[in-house]
């Protein structure tokens, strides 16, 4: 039987305590053991390095306060303005909701979809899913519902960009500030706090805890003839191919529908998307008293005018250097499939994991123009709004991200001949 163990991040006490259960690696796919859960340590996969288990080690009641003070906050954080601007006599405030109305009445519908999904529904869909989940195994129930609500909870992680939208809402300011006066009011300062809850109960969250906690395990005898469900992690004997994962309720694949395809069109679509996002102005925003539209190198180059270099590294990294390297990494990783290589897999897989994570911070961009545009709109002096390019680098964006979900990064084990 090929069961190994995972060795990597073990403690000297965790080595020599007993195993819990097993594990099928969704990067790799070798079957393995996984020590007793032990907050100090973080379970690599033997074979890959991809982190398999990080039990946050704190009671599952701390990321349900955290979620649910997150909810609370962001009553006000919606409702209170946001940001105010002065200039010629005149204010401008800001909510939230006025940048959707705006960015739509602007010809900007893309952008206008995006802020009202990704800042409005999918978090607080996110929030109120995980506060029902935890709040339901606090009461000890285990209602009909929880799988689901769980796996819609994890599944909306990517795409609830709340803290995207913060750092969007730094740059809107800091940028503004150079030309105009500008204030952040209460509810940004809401917003914040909802932020650094919603990051704390992301973090104190077990989600393998979780998963325990809502349904069975399976122990396996022969680990070439069960499939690892992605949702839920649970192994089910290869003949459920096609079935309902009988925890959390997702059809189990043993890989990947459609991986090649789906993968590959997006990720052309986003190479064509990404030259008129970077060839055409993205906004346009006031540097003194003068509407300057700027490309997204453009935006950089006038941060680094105006001294703010930790900006201009950051927004360099976030809206130039992500997208091309989701899609250079996203390549290499399909190219070393179809070629059937063996090399670097290692490499490759953490490439693929880096770019998994990271790629939702290439929103960054759009979100900082949701911000300003509802404070900018004095007169033709001082003016600030979406231009052409801020569709195609938004569809970059989220096209790249589908691409990226879209893949499977165990075909490149498979190629390699180093199925389980
Ligand atoms: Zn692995
Ligand atoms: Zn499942």
Known sequence: MNVRVAEAGWSREARSAQYEHEVRCPYCDLVQFVPLRDHRVVVACLRCRSRLEHCAGTDPNVAL????????????????????????????????FSSITILWREGQPLLAVVVGLFILVFPLLRLLSLSAVLFALRAGDKPRWLPAAFRLCNALQTWAMLDVFLL????????MRTSIPATIDGGAIFFMAAVVLGVAARASLDKV???????????????????????????????????????????VHARKTRSYSRSLAL???????????????????????????????????????????G???????????????KMAGLAWCIASALKRQSKHLVAKTRVYRIVEEAGRWSMVDPLTIACFVPVLQFNGLIDGHAQ?????????????????????????????????
């Open 311 to 325: 900006l201009a590294l950051l927004v360099f990294t976030a809206s130039f250097t992500i997208p091309l390297l």
């Open 65 to 96: 306060a955290c979620a649910l003070g997150a909810l609370l906050l962001l009553i006000p954080a919606w409702t209170l303005p946001f940001l105010t601007t002065s200039a010629l006599g005149a204010t401008r405030t800001s909510h939230l």
């Open 209 to 251: 805890g979780v998963w325990h906690m809502i349904g069975w395990e399976r122990r396996c005898t022969d680990p070439t003839s069960v499939i690892g469900c992605l949702s839920c992690g649970l192994l089910v004997a290869d003949s459920c191919e096609g079935q309902a994962c009988p925890r959390c309720g997702d059809i």
């Open 388 to 420: 052409p390019a801020a569709t195609p680098f938004t569809a970059v964006v989220i096209l790249t991200s589908l691409a990226v979900k879209a893949f499977d990064p165990r075909l490149m084990w498979d190629a390699a001949g180093k199925r389980t």
């Open 168 to 175: 969007g809402l730094l740059v809107a300011y800091f940028r």
């Open 267 to 309: 990720l052309l679509a986003s190479l064509l998307l990404y030259i008129p996002a970077n060839l055409y102005p993205i906004a346009t925003i006031p540097i003194g008293l003068t509407p300057t539209s700027y490309t997204v190198l453009g935006g950089v180059l006038d941060l680094l005018d105006s001294h703010l270099f």
